[in-house]
């Protein structure tokens, strides 16, 4: 009897896993701007799914130290990314576990081991984000300036290959904060563009196969970000697709590092010892 449940559990949890996953992350998304912008593509999936705009990002709040959080499961005590001068070849903090390329180890290279045939790839406007990827993990890994080329890079990508994790980076809102501020009517044009180019992709998507999650680095406050401020640290979260609970909004913590611990659990694979990131109840 055990055997025949342990079956019929491994069959339903195989049925409700997704297909694939789209990560599309928007650097320097504000909670502030999301309220104010029209963006009716990430209501869409707020509405198809689990969300919060109180996620909490790790301090400084800068993009290396963020964006390595969000794809490692953990914060820069852990990885040791401490700041946008980080390099793998020169850095002050040692990760606290090391993965096949020397690094603190991501949702790349835990689903690559765990799923040797898997295709991952990696689409990045900002080139930095090139660095805090396992190039060994990924199918591909591709630096393409500017959001609008780089969105239209992915739904190319997607098209031709169908990989199983595709993440997507986008740059232009945190250079339309720090060109005009955060507070400007240019950088909230900036988020309606982003959600415009998510429409894009989505139109691409069979959402019914298809986990998507929307995560950003930081916000910002004038010209600026990198000071511990709520403006700073506080981020958009969206989860949508398979196996998540529509229109729900998480009221308990949730913090960006539990972003590739989430993905992976409702992908039936097992996070990284070393993560302190948690999966997220978003069923």
């Not at 308990?252 to 999966?279: E, F």
Request: contains cysteine; charged residues 20%; aromatic residues 6%.
């Amino acid at each position: 009897m055990k055997n025949l449940l342990l079956v019929l559990f491994s069959a339903a949890v195989a049925c409700a896993a997704p297909k694939h996953v789209v990560i599309i992350g928007v650097d320097g998304l504000s909670v502030e701007a999301f309220r104010k912008a029209e963006v009716p593509n990430l209501k869409k999936l707020m509405a198809r799914g689990a969300w919060t705009l109180h996620a909490r990002g790790v301090l400084p709040t800068v993009s290396s130290p963020n964006w390595m959080s969000i794809i490692a499961g953990a914060g820069p005590e852990q990885h040791g990314v401490d700041s946008n001068e980080w390099e793998r070849f020169n850095h002050a903090i040692e990760p606290i576990c090391a993965g096949p390329e020397k690094i603190f180890p991501t949702l790349f290279s835990q689903w690559k081991a765990q799923r040797p045939q898997a295709h991952l790839a990696v689409i990045h406007d900002w080139k930095g984000m090139g660095r805090l990827v396992e190039q060994g993990s990924t199918k591909e890994t591709r630096h393409v300036k500017g959001s609008p080329e780089a969105m239209a890079a992915a739904i190319a990508y997607w098209k031709q290959h169908k990989p199983d994790l595709l993440f997507v980076h986008l740059d232009d809102v945190d250079h339309a904060g720090h060109d005009k501020s955060w507070e400007s009517a240019d950088y909230v044009r900036a988020v309606v563009e982003a959600d415009r180019l998510i429409g894009e992709m989505l139109a691409a998507l069979p959402l019914d196969q298809t986990l998507v999650a929307i995560v950003a680095d930081h916000g910002g406050t004038e010209k600026r970000h990198g000071n511990p401020t709520m403006r700073e640290l506080e981020v958009p979260w969206i989860l949508s697709g398979p196996g998540v609970a529509k229109g729900r909004e998480l009221t308990g913590p949730v913090y960006s590092l539990d972003t590739a611990p989430t993905v992976l659990a409702l992908m039936g694979l097992r996070p990284h010892a070393c993560w302190t990131g948690r999966a997220v109840p978003v069923k």
